[in-house]
């Protein structure tokens, strides 16, 4: 069975191989309806007699931005290419090569040629901005009251919840299913919610008793965070998406971690809080 990465390399791959199509064949509203297996056929067959027929040097097409020198796309430096755009070029070039070749482009063919391209590293390794102790603001341990930090906590990440939110994963299943710029708009909500708790927590004074585990969940948020930012890149560079829910995943198992030792180190120094005290959100659902 294919991984998750080769399934959604390949959507993108029919995208692209979309977007041929219709540059060089005109709008898909002229093909025949009646015969969708035949229009594809003649389509494919045209291409492999000659991939560049009736296109002029620098025709403004999917194919041209990639072949033709003078355009925009080809004058770009191979930094400035995004992951999608280096992806397309390559897949162009892999498709035209077998094209030409006279090869059959079956299903084996397109899954080797996704395969080869899977090798590359178009997505950077997951980065995100990482504090040190340095970062944080650490006081005495006779000036440091760990009661008081933990209800600080509470009410810090009580400030920073913004309404209207919603929980990340459904706000980006449902971009997906609709793809309305709307809904992938809402994670901007949760990028403030996660900037604001982390500037938050940088500024909230920490002994060396519990600095290591603070600094841990500032770390943890700043994954998630970034994960979050990954999300919202999906519809112009779905290539640097494309592993984003795993990205995702990881970062918030390590900030449910992080919490969890918060907790077990206020239970350690018997530390409790009442129902209507702050410093009882970080024992729910942990």
Same mark, same amino acid.
């Given at each position: 069975?294919?991984?998750?990465?080769?399934?959604?390399?390949?959507?993108?791959?029919?995208?692209?191989?979309?977007?041929?199509?219709?540059?060089?064949?005109?709008?898909?509203?002229?093909?025949?309806?009646?015969?969708?297996?035949?229009?594809?056929?003649?389509?494919?067959?045209? +291409?492999? @007699?000659?991939?560049?027929?009736?296109?002029?040097?620098?025709? @403004?097409?999917? $194919?041209?931005?990639?072949?033709?020198?003078?355009?925009?796309?080809?004058?770009?430096?191979?930094?400035?290419?995004?992951?999608?755009?280096?992806?397309?070029?390559?897949?162009?070039?892999?498709?035209?090569?077998?094209?030409?070749?006279?090869?059959?482009?079956?299903?084996?063919?397109?899954?080797?040629?996704?395969?080869?391209?899977?090798?590359?590293?178009?997505?950077?390794?997951?980065?995100?901005?990482?504090?040190?102790?340095?970062?944080?603001?650490? *006081?005495?341990?006779?000036?440091?009251?760990?009661?008081?930090?933990?209800?600080? #906590?509470?009410?810090?990440? +009580?400030?920073? +919840?913004?309404?209207?939110?919603?929980?990340?994963?459904?706000?980006?299943?449902?971009?997906?299913?609709?793809? =309305?710029?709307?809904?992938?708009?809402? $994670?901007?909500?949760?990028?403030?919610?996660?900037?604001?708790?982390?500037? @938050?927590?940088?500024?909230?004074? *920490? @002994?060396?008793?519990?600095?290591? #585990?603070?600094?841990? #969940?500032?770390?943890?948020?700043?994954? *998630?965070?970034?994960?979050?930012?990954?999300?919202?890149?999906?519809?112009?560079?779905?290539?640097?998406?494309?592993?984003?829910?795993? =990205?995702?995943?990881?970062?918030?198992?390590?900030?449910?971690?992080?919490? *969890?030792?918060?907790?077990?180190?206020? +239970?350690?120094?018997?530390?409790?809080?009442?129902?209507?005290?702050?410093?009882?959100? $970080?024992?729910?659902?942990?």
């Amino acid at each position: 069975m294919p991984s998750r990465n080769i399934i959604i390399l390949g959507v993108v791959c029919l995208l692209i191989l979309g977007t041929i199509v219709y540059t060089q064949y005109g709008n898909p509203s002229s093909i025949d309806k009646q015969k969708p297996e035949l229009a594809v056929s003649e389509t494919a067959s045209s +291409t492999i @007699d000659n991939p560049l027929k009736n296109q002029e040097p620098g025709a @403004d097409s999917a $194919l041209g931005a990639f072949t033709n020198p003078n355009s925009s796309s080809s004058n770009k430096n191979e930094a400035d290419l995004t992951p999608t755009e280096k992806f397309s070029r390559d897949f162009l070039s892999g498709y035209l090569a077998l094209t030409q070749s006279g090869a059959t482009i079956d299903e084996t063919a397109q899954q080797n040629l996704i395969e080869s391209l899977m090798q590359k590293d178009y997505v950077a390794n997951f980065t995100y901005k990482k504090y040190t102790t340095s970062n944080l603001s650490i *006081v005495s341990s006779s000036k440091f009251d760990l009661h008081k930090y933990g209800n600080n #906590i509470g009410q810090i990440m +009580t400030r920073n +919840t913004i309404n209207g939110s919603e929980y990340e994963v459904l706000v980006f299943s449902n971009y997906l299913k609709s793809q =309305d710029e709307s809904e992938i708009k809402k $994670l901007d909500l949760n990028i403030a919610e996660y900037e604001g708790n982390i500037q @938050d927590f940088l500024k909230e004074p *920490v @002994d060396q008793g519990v600095s290591t #585990i603070h600094l841990h #969940i500032i770390n943890a948020m700043s994954k *998630v965070l970034s994960a979050i930012k990954e999300m919202k890149v999906l519809n112009s560079d779905p290539i640097a998406s494309m592993n984003v829910l795993n =990205d995702y995943s990881t970062s918030v198992d390590d900030m449910k971690k992080a919490f *969890v030792e918060l907790k077990n180190y206020m +239970t350690k120094n018997k530390i409790s809080f009442s129902q209507n005290e702050y410093g009882s959100l $970080l024992f729910k659902g942990l």
